[in-house]
């Protein structure tokens, strides 16, 4: 193995790990301390932020969120990166500061003739998030919420916090998933004190703290089980059903296919019986088409349907 090929496997070793020491080296790149030491300081150069630690517990850490080293990356791969970044538009990402900066960053790593084709592109390819009229434009801020990137920081250290919302109530809570939909960002979540699953916009969420207990991974698995309802809504979609199924479908239903080619599926969903619950989704199973066999449906559900569309 040449000196380059090693120096770039120790650096992904390095990148992997918040710390690590010269010993941990030596065993596994099987290299003397000297030989390790010598490793270190050329990394460093490379612009891999180290900061060494001394004593018995000591060692090197590596700085967050400081300019990484040099990563080669074929001219594909960043057409790829820069695609995906604007598919990205009005999506509020979190750890996002300049969408400017970011894109030309990308520009600048490939050639003038292949930058113009990139620009053609961003005009030319349209995405959920895009303005049809103007791509460039951005119909919100593109910064995102501060109690995302709180809540983001919260859910990297444990997945049980403690949020208020803009009625001034605290939960204790224990976070499932964070997700964006309808255009905005939505947080799942079991309150530990009645043991409900919840689904609230992220734009009601005042605060992010830290909870007052945490629990492990398997006790908030059992809660989770505890939380989820048994279905109420039982339905069989045929062909075109389920391709519209995966033209749009809201985050909390899921599809289980009949079939090895995915044209048949079973929907088993709780629906709970508020008003807006049922008009939405009585109006989404209308989306769906004709296709669709009812197997089972609340009593509320059915005479929405008959009243809406009888």
Not at 10 to 31: A, V
Not at 156 to 181: F, K, P, R, W
Not at 183 to 193: A, G, P, V
Not at 230 to 247: D, E, H, I, Y
Request: glycine letters at 4%; one cysteine or more.
């Amino acid at each position: 193995m040449n000196k380059t090929t090693r120096i770039n496997l120790i650096m992904r070793y390095i990148n992997n790990r918040s710390q690590f020491t010269l010993k941990e080296l030596m065993q596994e790149f099987d290299i003397s301390r000297s030989t390790a030491i010598r490793y270190v300081r050329t990394i460093e150069d490379l612009g891999l932020p180290l900061v060494s630690e001394p004593g018995r517990n000591g060692g090197y850490v590596v700085m967050r969120n400081q300019v990484l080293p040099a990563i080669h990356f074929t001219t594909d791969e960043i057409k790829m990166m820069f695609i995906a970044f604007m598919a990205t538009r009005n999506q509020q990402l979190p750890y996002l500061t300049s969408r400017r900066t970011v894109t030309e960053k990308l520009l600048g790593l490939i050639p003038i003739t292949q930058q113009d084709d990139l620009l053609v592109l961003s005009q030319q390819l349209v995405f959920d998030g895009t303005h049809p009229q103007n791509p460039n434009l951005l119909d919100r801020a593109d910064l995102p919420d501060p109690v995302l990137e709180a809540l983001i920081q919260q859910l990297l250290i444990s997945q049980c916090m403690q949020v208020t919302d803009n009625h001034g109530q605290t939960y204790q809570i224990a976070v499932t998933h964070l997700y964006h939909e309808q255009s905005q960002w939505w947080l799942e979540f079991i309150k530990l004190d009645t043991t409900t699953l919840v689904q609230l916009p992220l734009a009601k969420i005042t605060g992010v703290a830290a909870a007052q207990n945490d629990l492990d991974p398997q006790t908030i698995a059992d809660k989770l089980k505890a939380a989820t309802p048994k279905p109420n809504v039982v339905l069989q979609l045929g062909a075109t059903a389920v391709s519209r199924f995966k033209r749009y479908h809201p985050f909390s239903l899921s599809l289980a296919y009949t079939d090895p080619y995915q044209m048949q599926g079973i929907l088993r969903h709780y629906l709970p019986s508020t008003t807006d619950e049922i008009a939405f989704f009585g109006d989404w199973l209308q989306f769906l088409g004709e296709d669709v066999t009812v197997v089972q449906i609340p009593a509320a559900l059915r005479d929405y349907l008959k009243r809406r569309y009888n």
